[in-house]
C-alpha cells in the first residue's frame, strides 16, 4: 500500500505509526492537564498541608515531654541532636548559625515555633522534608504516566518518518516539553522539587497545546537542508538547554516572590505574600537562586556548544557560512550573552540575588522571542517552521 | 524560612568565601572601593584602566552587547539581503535614511556595535592578564598558609584520637598523606598541613577567556582574506575559477586575485527527487511534491595538472576545491529558445534562466534580445513546469516535475535600454519603453509554446522557438582562511568552559595540637573559590578517611577543650 519513493533512500513515511504517534501525543496532553490541576489543588491546599505537619509537631512534642518526665534523659538529647542536624541543614553553609534554641524552648510545651515548622516544610537543599504531600504524588506519578506516552509519541514519530523527529516547529516544542518534564522528574528522585510542579506542569501544558493549536504539522520528511546529522547534535541540545532554562525560569520567579516574602517576614510587615502558605512549602531565596545558578551553568554549555558551535559548524556545511547574522542567529546570540551576563552578575558585588534572577529571566524571554517571534515573523534561512505558505 | 539579613544575600561565594578566609587569616577585610581618580594624567589614565578591567564593567558591556545586537534582526541588513535593505529604505523614505545614518542596516560592522565589542575585549584582556599572572604564581607557590582561627572557616571539625593514637608529627603526615589521595597539592607545615587542589577551575577560566580572544582574532582574519562567489551553472557548462567567470564577486578588505586556485567544475546532470508518497487511495499525502533530494552530477577538477573526476554536490555536502567550499545553493529549469529576428537571422539561441516562485516551480523568465533587427524584441513570462489551465484561461503550474512544460510570455519591440551601458538586472524586463506585440490583452494573445513547437511573431518581426528544456544549478564558492582557528578556538572556549564550570577548587587545612590531657587534637577547616555546593560533601569525605586510619574517640568521652563555643570538637559544622 505504501509506493516507495524512487531514486532516494528516504524511508516512506509509515501512515499508521504516524497515527498513534499523533494519538499519544494529545493522550500526553491530557493527562498532563491532569496532573496540572492536581499540582494546582495542592498548592492551595498547602495551608492544610501546613496544619498537618504543626499537628504531628506537637504531638511528638507532646510525647517526647512525657518521656522526658519519665526521667529517659537519652531520648530528649538524641532528639535534640537530631533537631539540631535537621536545622542545620536546611541553612545554607555560610548562614549556618542553628537556631537549635527554638528547638529547645518549644520543646518546653507551648507548642511547636514558626522557625521550627518552617525547618520541618522545606530544605534548603530540597531534599525531601516532613510534609507529606499525597496529592503531590498522584500528580507526580500521573506526570510519568504522560511523560511515557509522550515518550512513545515522539519515538514513534522518528520512527514514522524515518528521521529525527526535530524538524520543525512542531517537533521542537513538543520535544522541549517531553525533556523538561524527563529532567523535572529525574530530579525529582533526589530533590524534592513539587513546590515547582505547578509551573512545570503549566509551562509543559502550554507548550503542548501552543505546539497543537499553533503549529500541527503532519509527520512528513523534511527539506534536503535539514538532512543532515548535525540536526541531531545541534537541535538536541538546543532543546535539552531550553528546557534547562524553563525550569530555572520558574525557580527564579519563584525567587523573586520569595525574596519578597522573607523581606516581609523580617522587617514584621503583614503583607498577604508573608501569609502565604504555599511560599513557606518553597525553598529560601537564596536557595532557589543557587539551584538555578547549576542548572543554568549546565544549560549554558548546552547553548555553547548546541546553537552556537555545532550550529556554526552546520552552518557552514549547508549555507557555506558559519555566521551570517541571520534574525535566529541573532538571537542565539543575544541569548548566550544575556545567560553569559548572569553567570558574571554572579560573581559581582551587588549583582547577586534579584538582579542575577531577573538576567535570567530576561535569557529566558529571548528564548521565547527566537522561538515565537523570531520563526514565525522573521523570514531567514531558518524559516523551517513548517507553517502553511 | 525566615532569615534575617539586612542585605540582599549574595549566592556568589566567591566573595563572601575570600572574606571569611581573610577573616580565619585574621586580616582586614580588603579594600574593595575604587579610589578617586589621583591627580594628573596617568593617575587619571590608570583610574580608567582600572574602571575599564572591572567585573561590572565587563558585566555592562556585555549587557550593551546583548542590546546592540537586537537591531540587527529587526530591520533587513546588508550582509544577509542588500536588496531588501533598498527595498525597505525606498519604501520608508523618510525613516530609512536616517536609520542608514546610524548603521541600523549594517549593525554588526557599525561603529557602534564594533566599539561596544572592542572595549569588551579590551577590557577582558586586561582583566584576564593581571588574573593568569597571579594564578601562575599561585600554582608554582605552596598552599596559602594555615589560618588562625580554622573554626571561622565555611567547613570545620576536629577529631581528638584516643590514647594510642599517632604523635602529632605522624598524625600530621597521615592527614597529609589522605589528602595526596584526594588529589590536593599537600604542604606539611610544622603544626599543620595547608593542601589545595582544583587549579585546572582557574585554568579553564582564563582558557575560555582567551580562547573568546583567538575566536574574534580569526574571524578577523578569514573575513580579511576571504572572498565569495556566486556562479549560476548551465547544464554541460564549465566554470574556472577566476574572476572574470563570477556572476557576483565579494572579497575582503585584503583580498588579491592570486588568492583565486584555478580548479575547474562542470555541471554534466541535475536530478531533483520529490515527495511521491500516496496512501492506499493514491490520494496524495502531506508533504507530496515537496523536494527531498538535489543531486548534481559534476565534474571538478583541483588545478590545472589535476585528474578531471566526476562527483556529486549535494545540499549539505559541499565540495573542497583549491581550498575553497563550493556548496549547491539553488537550482531551476533553463528552457532552450531560438529568436529568429525579422530578417530570419538567429538573433539569440541557447539556455534561459528562470526563477522559481514557489514549490512547484511557477518560474520567471525574461528574454532581451537586443542583437534582433530590425526592432530588438523582448519577452517576459512564466515557464510551468506541469502547466494546468483551470478554466479561467490562466495557467497555473501543479508539480515541480516536468509532466506538461509549457512557456507563457508576452512579448515586446522596441528600445530596450541596453546600449547606453547602464546596468540592468537581467532578470527584469523595463517594458516602459516597449511596444506590446503578445499579451494576454492583445488581440494577437499571449504566447503558449510546448517543447518543439515555434511562435510568429505579429508583423513579421520574428520568431520564437522552444527547443528543449536544460536544468541549472547556482553554487556558492567560499574560501575563508580563518575557518579552522574559529573552530579550534570555539573548541577550545568550550573546555575551559566546562572546566571552570564543573570543578571545584578548594584549600583545606589540618592542624594538630595537644590536649591538656596529653592526646592529640586534630582540626581541620576547608574553604573553597567559587561556587561549590558539595564543599560538605568533600569535608565528610575527608572526615570519614581520616577516622578510617586513625582511632578517634568517641564524641561523649571528649572533653569540650573550648574548641568551638556550643558545639563538641568532633562535631563537623553543618552535618
Ligand atoms: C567576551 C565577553 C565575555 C564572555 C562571553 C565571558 C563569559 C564568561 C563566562 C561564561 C563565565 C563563567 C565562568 C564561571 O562562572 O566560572 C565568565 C567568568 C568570568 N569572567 Fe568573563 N566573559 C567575558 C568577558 C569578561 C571580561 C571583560 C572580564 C573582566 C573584566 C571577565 C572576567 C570574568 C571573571 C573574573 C570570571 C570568573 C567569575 C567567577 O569567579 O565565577 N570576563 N565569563
Not at chain 1, 178 to 186: A, G, K, R, S
Not at chain 1, 310 to 320: H, L, Q, Y
Not at chain 2, 100 to 111: G, L, T
Not at chain 2, 195 to 205: D, F, P, R
Request: hydrophobic share 45%; glycine share 8%.
Amino acid at each position: 500500500m505504501i509506493l516507495a519513493i524512487d531514486g532516494t533512500e528516504l524511508q516512506p513515511i509509515n501512515v499508521e505509526l504516524a497515527e498513534y504517534s499523533e494519538l499519544f501525543m494529545l493522550i500526553s496532553a491530557f493527562i498532563y492537564t491532569l496532573a496540572f490541576i492536581l499540582f494546582t489543588v495542592d498548592t492551595a491546599r498547602s495551608s492544610a498541608t501546613i496544619r498537618r505537619v504543626e499537628a504531628e509537631l506537637a504531638q511528638e512534642q507532646e510525647a517526647e515531654r512525657i518521656a522526658v518526665t519519665a526521667g529517659a534523659a537519652e531520648a530528649t538529647a538524641s532528639a535534640q541532636a537530631d533537631g539540631a542536624a535537621k536545622t542545620a541543614q536546611a541553612s545554607t553553609a555560610e548562614t549556618s548559625q542553628p537556631d537549635t534554641s527554638t528547638a529547645e524552648t518549644s520543646s518546653d510545651g507551648a507548642g511547636p515555633g514558626e522557625a521550627e515548622v518552617n525547618a520541618e516544610l522545606v530544605d534548603d537543599d530540597m531534599a525531601y522534608a516532613r510534609p507529606k504531600r499525597p496529592l503531590a504524588n498522584v500528580a507526580v506519578a500521573i506526570t510519568a504516566v504522560a511523560a511515557a506516552a509522550h515518550i512513545f509519541a515522539v519515538v514513534a514519530r522518528g520512527l514514522a518518518a524515518g528521521r529525527w523527529p526535530l524538524g520543525n516547529m512542531f517537533e521542537f516544542l513538543t520535544a522541549a516539553a517531553l525533556v523538561v518534564t524527563v529532567v523535572y522528574l529525574l530530579a525529582l528522585i533526589r530533590r524534592d522539587l513539587r513546590f515547582l510542579g505547578v509551573f512545570v506542569l503549566g509551562l509543559v501544558v502550554t507548550m503542548m497545546v501552543a505546539a497543537t493549536i499553533g503549529f500541527p504539522t503532519p509527520v512528513g520528511h523534511v527539506q534536503p537542508a535539514l538532512q543532515s546529522p548535525w540536526i541531531v547534535i545541534h537541535v538536541s541540545l538546543a532543546v535539552l538547554a531550553m528546557a534547562l532554562f524553563t525550569l530555572t525560569f520558574a525557580m527564579n520567579i519563584l525567587q523573586l516572590v520569595q525574596s519578597r516574602r522573607e523581606r516581609q517576614v523580617t522587617s514584621g510587615a503583614e503583607g498577604a505574600l508573608a501569609r502565604s502558605s504555599f511560599m513557606r512549602l518553597v525553598p529560601s531565596a537564596l536557595s532557589l537562586e543557587n539551584w538555578s545558578y547549576r542548572i543554568n551553568a549546565v544549560g549554558f554549555v548546552f547553548w555553547t556548544v548546541g546553537p552556537m558551535i555545532t550550529g556554526a559548524i552546520w552552518a557552514r556545511e549547508s549555507w557555506g557560512r558559519y555566521w551570517g547574522w541571520d534574525p535566529k542567529e541573532i538571537w542565539t546570540f543575544v541569548i548566550w550573552v544575556v545567560y553569559a551576563c548572569y553567570l558574571h552578575a554572579r560573581a559581582t558585588r551587588g549583582w547577586t540575588g534579584n538582579r542575577a534572577a531577573w538576567l535570567s529571566i530576561i535569557g529566558f524571554i529571548c528564548i521565547i522571542i527566537n522561538y515565537a517571534v523570531v520563526n514565525v515573523f522573521f523570514p531567514g534561512l531558518h524559516s523551517y517552521a513548517g507553517l502553511p505558505e | 524560612m525566615a532569615e534575617k539579613r539586612t542585605t540582599t544575600p549574595s549566592a556568589h561565594r566567591d566573595n563572601a568565601r575570600e572574606d571569611a578566609l581573610a577573616d580565619a587569616v585574621g586580616e582586614q577585610r580588603a579594600k574593595h572601593d575604587v579610589t578617586t581618580p589621583a591627580l594628573g594624567v596617568v593617575g587619571m589614565l590608570r583610574w580608567a584602566w582600572t574602571q575599564l578591567t572591572s567585573m561590572r564593567t565587563a558585566l555592562m558591556l556585555l549587557l550593551l552587547l546583548a542590546v546592540a545586537a537586537v537591531p540587527g534582526s529587526i530591520w533587513p541588513q546588508r550582509v544577509q539581503d542588500s536588496f531588501a535593505v533598498q527595498t525597505w529604505i525606498e519604501e520608508n523614505p523618510t525613516v530609512g535614511p536616517i536609520l542608514d545614518f546610524f548603521q541600523m542596516f549594517d549593525v554588526y560592522s557599525s561603529v557602534w556595535f564594533s566599539a561596544i565589542y572592542l572595549l569588551l575585549f579590551i577590557s577582558l584582556i586586561g582583566c584576564i592578564i593581571p588574573r593568569a599572572r597571579k594564578h601562575y604564581q599561585q600554582m608554582t607557590s605552596p598552599p596559602p598558609r594555615t589560618p588562625r582561627r580554622l573554626e571561622r572557616l565555611p567547613e570545620y571539625g576536629a577529631l581528638e584520637l584516643a590514647d594510642d593514637g599517632p604523635s602529632l608529627d605522624q598524625a600530621l603526615d597521615d592527614a597529609a598523606a589522605v589528602l595526596k589521595k584526594r588529589r590536593y597539592r599537600v604542604e606539611k607545615r610544622e603544626t599543620s598541613v595547608g593542601a589545595e587542589k582544583g587549579y585546572l577551575k582557574e585554568v579553564g577560566n582564563i582558557l575560555f577567556h582567551v580562547s573568546l580572544v583567538g575566536v574574534l582574532i580569526f574571524i578577523a582574519f578569514g573575513s580579511m582574506f576571504s572572498y565569495r562567489g556566486q556562479k549560476v551553472l548551465m547544464e554541460d557548462e564549465g566554470f574556472v575559477n577566476a574572476l572574470v567567470a563570477y556572476d557576483n564577486f565579494y572579497p575582503g578588505t585584503w583580498f588579491s586575485e592570486d588568492q583565486l586556485e584555478p580548479f575547474s567544475i562542470r555541471l554534466n546532470e541535475f536530478e531533483r527527487v520529490f515527495d511521491r508518497q500516496v496512501d492506499e487511495n493514491f490520494e496524495p499525502l502531506d508533504g507530496f511534491g515537496q523536494p527531498l533530494e538535489f543531486t548534481a552530477h559534476v565534474t571538478v577538477q583541483d588545478g590545472h595538472d589535476a585528474e578531471p573526476e566526476d562527483t556529486t554536490l549535494r545540499v549539505n555536502h559541499p565540495l573542497t576545491l583549491g581550498g575553497a567550499q563550493l556548496y549547491l545553493v539553488g537550482n531551476g529549469y533553463a528552457p532552450v529558445v531560438t529568436v529568429r529576428d525579422g530578417e530570419g537571422e538567429v538573433a539569440f539561441s541557447g539556455p534561459v534562466v528562470t526563477r522559481p516562485d514557489d514549490p512547484v516551480y511557477t518560474s520567471m523568465m525574461v528574454i532581451k534580445v537586443p542583437d534582433a533587427q530590425p526592432e530588438q524584441l523582448g519577452f517576459v513570462g512564466l515557464f510551468l513546469p506541469t502547466a494546468y489551465d483551470d478554466g479561467t484561461g490562466m495557467a497555473i503550474s501543479t508539480d515541480p516535475d516536468l509532466h506538461e512544460p509549457e512557456l507563457h510570455l508576452n512579448s515586446y519591440y522596441g528600445d530596450l535600454g541596453l546600449d547606453d551601458g547602464v546596468p540592468q538586472n537581467v532578470y527584469v524586463l523595463d517594458t516602459d519603453n516597449l511596444e506590446v506585440l503578445n499579451s494576454r490583452e492583445s488581440d494577437e494573445g499571449g504566447i503558449v509554446l510546448a517543447p518543439g513547437e515555434t511562435h510568429e511573431l505579429p508583423d513579421g518581426l520574428g520568431t520564437l522557438e522552444f527547443e528543449e528544456i536544460n536544468d541549472y544549478i547556482a553554487i556558492d564558492i567560499h574560501y575563508n582562511p580563518g575557518e579552522a582557528g574559529v573552530l579550534v578556538f570555539a573548541l577550545l572556549a568550550s573546555a575551559g568552559l566546562i572546566a571552570t564550570l564543573f570543578l571545584r577548587r578548594r584549600r583545606a587545612w589540618v592542624t594538630v595540637e595537644q590536649t591538656p590531657a596529653g592526646r592529640t587534637l586534630v582540626r581541620y577547616g576547608l574553604l573553597s573559590r567559587g561556587e561549590d555546593f558539595s564543599l560538605r560533601d568533600e569535608t565528610i569525605a575527608l572526615r570519614t578517611q581520616l577516622e578510617k586510619i586513625w582511632p578517634v574517640r568517641p564524641p561523649e568521652e571528649t572533653e569540650p577543650s573550648g574548641v568551638v563555643s556550643g558545639e563538641g570538637p568532633n562535631t563537623t559544622r553543618g552535618i
